[in-house]
């Protein structure tokens, strides 16, 4: 009997997974058997498409092809995802970084111009994608990370020592805000924390020059509704945010005041449909003036911004 080409069982891959509901099947089963022929990338398929396969390889590809059909995240399943080119390990530990997120790190850049090694906060880190991708892009910059979560944590770790950050990067568990206490800032910022164990920043402390999160900001009443990708494999603490999903944006709003330098940024992604709403609620932070919302590279409103008086 003979064996099956690599075209053969991408073009048997692709009708499988379409058959499955898999978005982008064909690219998705590219990435794949790549993965799983031990391929540096996508080209090297290409040109192997008339390679036969032996029954040990063809036995390596069926329990990655058969998880993707079961909807596990393609991430999931090749261990990491490029985020503004920086390589992130992905599990279940934490969201998966996607492509639209990086406007974020476009915005800090922009705003950040001029400003002499920057203190920067990410809140939510996740994978600590965004906190990497600041750290290595931006001159001089101090950033601090922080999640309530062990898991995701610990997955923010391994990614910072993957990508060589050691000084730039500092993790703190916490509640959004509160993981920024005067202890943590000294230790980043080579200051004193005056009083020991001190639970807040201290006024002789620098303060935060930019402030980035990227929230749960699903609304409760969607779970079970979300691509099965989404709502089976990814933690539940970084997607939900309350009734309307922005229960945690309010608070960590609340939570700036006095936290801030003077013109610093706060920049966050939320649902398209919550941009409107938290510009009729700036009112209530007016320590902070409301900025701007904003699109994604798809055209899509998916950020908000604010600016410290």
């Known amino acids: 009997m003979p064996q099956m080409t690599v075209l053969e069982i991408l073009n048997r891959t692709k009708v499988f997974f379409e058959k499955k509901g898999v978005p982008d099947a064909r690219l998705d089963a590219e990435y794949i058997i790549s993965h799983g022929l031990g391929m540096k990338n996508r080209m090297d398929l290409y040109l192997n498409f008339e390679k036969p396969l032996t029954a040990a390889e063809l036995d390596t590809l069926r329990p990655l092809v058969a998880r993707r059909a079961n909807r596990e995240p393609l991430q999931h399943i090749v261990g990491d995802t490029s985020f503004r080119g920086h390589i992130i390990k992905c599990d279940p530990r934490a969201l998966i970084p996607r492509p639209e997120t990086e406007s974020l790190v476009d915005m800090a850049i922009e705003r950040l111009n001029g400003v002499e090694s ?49 000084e730039e990067l ?99 992604e939320i649902g398209s449909e919550q941009a409107e709403v938290l510009k009729n609620e700036a009112d209530n932070y007016p320590w902070l003036e409301f900025e701007g919302i904003h699109k994604d590279y798809c055209g899509n409103i998916r950020f908000v911004s604010y600016r410290a008086k």
């Open 118 to 166: 920057p203190f920067i906060v990410e809140v939510g880190t996740g994978t600590a994608a965004i906190s990497i991708a600041c750290a290595k892009e931006i001159a001089g910059a101090k950033v601090l990370a922080t999640d309530i979560s062990d898991e995701a944590l610990s997955l923010a770790r391994e990614n910072a020592q993957a990508n060589g950050l050691n």
């Open 170 to 268: 500092t993790f703190a568990q916490g509640d959004l805000l509160d993981a920024v206490t005067g202890d943590i800032v000294a230790k980043i910022v080579g200051a004193s924390a005056g009083s020991a164990g001190s639970p807040t920043l201290s006024a002789t402390l620098p303060k935060i020059s930019c402030l980035i999160a990227n929230l749960p900001y699903i609304p409760d009443g969607e779970k079970g509704k979300l691509q099965p990708e989404v709502d089976k494999f990814d933690p539940a603490l970084a997607l939900y945010g309350g009734p309307d999903g922005l229960d945690l944006v309010r608070k960590l709003l609340q939570q700036t005041e006095g936290k801030l330098s003077a013109g610093a940024p706060v920049l966050l």
